[in-house]
């Protein structure tokens, strides 16, 4: 199976500063999709940002963007301007893009982001 | 739409009791998935579905099995609980659509279901 890692457990981050998380997976196929979830207090899973392995174009949505580094096998994700309503645990994950495993997401273990005002 | 729904939010079990989760979906999606979440684990998939009267084990299946009689439902049991079965349940369902995968398959959660076996 395919291995997330995020490395850094905790952030913290100054609201309106930038911060950016880190992810690497271990894969060896070429197609694949990468995630980033964002879960709140309230548990709710809601997913921030993806990025299709074929695309060369890093993904963007509003404050929220990534670095993806495919032969580095490296996903990371920038929150710009950050808020104080961006503090949660975030998810990243991996995602085959054959069906061995029903197109289940493979996740990392979380980092947890602290933002102060 | 409800999207997921998971019942009951939250359980008490003591050690060796038996018990259901349901995760319902009205989205007519034809995979589901039940993870489990720990502290420092991240999500870890138990079991999932791939159609109506489907199932198969994912990473964490030990202890636990599902069924998934109707599409919109997908039930996951503990025939024996054991306190190492404390966690928090998500439920999870997704769609495919044809060829083009780089729409479908976008996961939508449950709120999750938290259980603590005594």
């Known amino acids: 199976a395919q291995t997330v890692t995020q490395s850094q457990p905790e952030m913290s981050v100054q609201e309106a500063e930038t911060v950016t998380l880190s992810c690497t997976y271990d894969?060896?196929?070429?197609?694949?999709?990468l995630f980033w979830y964002k879960q709140p207090p309230s548990r709710q899973m809601i997913l921030v940002i993806r990025?299709?392995?074929?695309?060369?174009q890093n993904a963007t949505e509003n404050r929220f963007s990534v670095n993806f580094q495919k032969a580095a096998k490296s996903f990371s994700l920038k929150i710009s301007d950050s808020q104080l309503g961006d503090a949660a645990m975030y998810f990243c994950?991996?995602?085959?893009?054959?069906?061995?495993?029903?197109?289940?997401?493979?996740f990392g273990k979380g980092t947890s982001l602290l933002v102060t005002p | 739409n409800a999207g997921v729904t998971q019942t009951p939010k939250f359980r008490v079990l003591k050690t060796g009791q038996s018990m259901t989760l349901l995760c319902a979906q009205d989205?007519?999606?034809?995979?589901m998935y039940w993870y489990r979440q720990d502290p420092g684990m991240g999500l870890r998939l138990i079991h999932y579905?791939?159609?109506?009267?489907?199932?198969a084990k994912g990473e964490v299946p030990d202890g636990y099995n599902v069924s998934r009689l109707k599409k919109q439902n997908f039930l996951l049991g503990l025939e024996s609980a054991a306190p190492s079965q404390t966690s928090v349940y998500f439920c999870?369902?997704?769609?495919?659509?044809?060829?083009?995968?780089?729409?479908?398959?976008?996961?939508?959660f449950g709120a999750g279901s938290r259980l603590t076996v005594l």
């Open positions: 999870a369902s997704s769609y495919w659509e044809g060829t083009d995968y780089s729409g479908a398959n976008v996961l939508t």
């Open positions: 894969t060896s196929e070429s197609d694949y999709y």
């Open positions: 990025q299709e392995a074929y695309k060369q």
């Open positions: 994950a991996y995602r085959s893009a054959n069906s061995n495993s029903g197109y289940a997401l493979n």
């Open positions: 989205m007519n999606h034809e995979y």
């Open positions: 579905s791939v159609g109506e009267g489907t199932t």
